[in-house]
């Protein structure tokens, strides 16, 4: 019985098992490599019309860019502020008046620390009573309940391990009581900071949302362009998945060129504003310097273009393409 | 061995027209028959019906063994390499040269390009268009550019052909030149099912007919140079 089957075989030819699964890989493999050229190509080959789309996917991807750049230099910025706080020493009551002085001398003669302030204990309730309106209060106290203060002012810019290093430091004095850094105003800030982040990511997924519309309709643009195309294809054999690749490596390219494109506009924005914010930094007398996006910030960039455009046109595809029937 | 078979086939479109009902017929392997009828006999939706364009409403189609009432859509398109189709406005692809749509099957079936040159050449030889590989379809005749579809629906070696209304466009000359490239496919075993309103050209080349009227089937053989089939 196998014989006529066989001569049928070879006569009418049901072709596709006589394909080794390893030239079918090979084929399939080759043809991801033609869908892939053949798409760029046809982009490239009509810029002006590409254009658009890829300006659009630029300044999507540029904005909460920009203002991620700018957010990681605040950071860097207030990371600096951070160690620019005020630390207050209290010293234990038992510190004379002389030794307080004597002390906040040795302190001031420390590379780490810019300046110190003594503050004797008399002094400090007199400020107090001042300040507090409790002077009715206060005049009933049998003794003066306030320490003598050591204020100490680390230079600007002092790296944070190092401010670390200066508080133990401080700490281990036998008049220090207790030592308190300043930082409210910096932890404010910090927390705006994070505000900002939330803010960013929020836009950036409204933006990306955004790219999402804009490849998608742009690839069912395409779709309707090449309807006669598909009918044959599906006519001929072609699997969903044949005809959905050329689409899904156009919306590939759509987020490539749009990356690298706002990429390019990032790197512009930064030419632009570094001079102006180096001079600004200068009158402040800091060596602050905006740093360009990173290496690896602007591979994520690309990364996450690429990604939305084969997301948008994935989209698009899974809704126009089962419609057309041959 | 049986390629074909209609069992009580029946189609109604939405809407309620009744297009086909009750077909029952079988095509045996390496058979060559006429589909005749006037228009809108139903003849366009049982060639659909054996590529899965369309579904029958009631009934089954068999296909080389395969009940189609079977097949999930992930499935179809390996169905549809199994059977060559010619249509009167033959779909070609005006974007692309007169090989590029031939090879689009192959393509399409996972086929290396050096594999599907030369098969191109195969099927185009076969069509008498082998030097007109590079040329864009539209530059061709009426008739050649039918011949670039039969190319391509027999680039694959499938082994069905259907045919709708091939010679629709062309004058009688042409017409039997194409009727005579299908008894070409078929004398190599490819079991070919033509549909023509076409009665004078049918006529003169015998074989066997089915014949639509109304969505109803009847049989008819006519004697001529093709002989009698039964």
Redesign the interface.
Known sequence: MAEPKNS?KT??????QE?GMR??L???A??HQLVAVETLMRLLSNPLGSLLTWMVIAIALTLPGALWMALDNMEQLSGRFQASGRITLYLTPKATEQQGQQLSDRIAALDSVANTEFIDADTALDDFRDNSGLQAALDFLPENPLPAVILVEPPLGIEQAALLRLIEQLKSYQLVDSVQLDMAWVERLQAMLALAERLIGVLGVLLALAILLVVGNTIRLAIAARV??I??????????A?VRRPFLYTGLWYGMVGGLLAWLLLILCWALLNGPVADLAELYGSGFELKPLSAGAAMALLLAAMLLGWLGAWWSVSRHLDHI?? | MTMVQFDRVGKRYPGGKEALSGISFELARGEFAFLTGHSGAGKSTLLKLMMLMERPSRGQVFVDGQNLGRLRAGQIPYLRRKVGVVFQNHQLLFDRSVFDNVALPLQIAGYTPAEAGRRVRAALDSVGLLGMEKRNPIELSGGEQQRVGIARAVVNKPALLLADEPTGNLDPELSAEIMNLFLRFQQVGVTVLIASHDIALIEHMGHRRLILDHGHLHEGQIAGAGGIYG
């Open positions: 049928v006569q009418a030819g049901a072709s596709l394909i030239k079918r090979n084929a399939w080759a043809n006669d195309e009918r044959v294809v599906k006519l001929v054999g072609g699997t969903n044949y029937e041959p």
